[in-house]
């Protein structure tokens, strides 16, 4: 099992920039897909980043394609949502998860953290 506590969250104008952090500890971190989601009132949580296990492999929702940038930090067992450009449409709870057979799919992920909540004020 892996512990995951997301930071970074809060309240930012439309345009601005804000980057979350999820830091794991338990099961060796290098050994995980890591992904991102939100989910915003009334809807569904859905997907929005994931970054392969050797950091080689990123993909994205189209929603925030060219916006946001996943990264992560496999000696500090940390992984990043690097968020530019937000829109009103961008305020949710956003949650890492950890996944060995993962991607886009919230099926795939074993491990999840309590989640950070975002708003964009327009």
């Known amino acids: 099992q892996v512990q995951l506590v997301e930071s970074g969250g809060g309240l930012l104008q439309a345009g601005g920039s804000l980057r979350l952090s999820c830091a794991a500890s338990?099961?060796?971190?290098?050994?995980?897909?890591m992904g991102w989601f939100r989910q915003a009132p009334g809807k569904e949580r859905e997907f929005v980043a994931a970054?392969?296990?050797?950091?080689?492999?990123?993909t994205y929702a189209d929603s925030v394609k060219g916006r946001f940038t996943i990264s992560r930090d496999n000696a500090k067992n940390t992984v990043y949502l690097q968020m530019n450009a937000v829109k009103s449409e961008d305020t949710a709870v956003y949650y890492c998860?950890?996944?060995?057979?993962?991607?886009?799919?919230?099926?795939?992920?074993?491990?999840w953290g309590q989640g950070t909540q975002v708003t964009v004020s327009s």
């Open positions: 998860a950890a996944g060995r057979n993962a991607w886009k799919e919230r099926g795939g992920y074993d491990d």
């Open positions: 338990g099961r060796t971190f290098s050994s995980n897909v």
């Open positions: 970054i392969s296990r050797s950091c080689i492999i990123t």
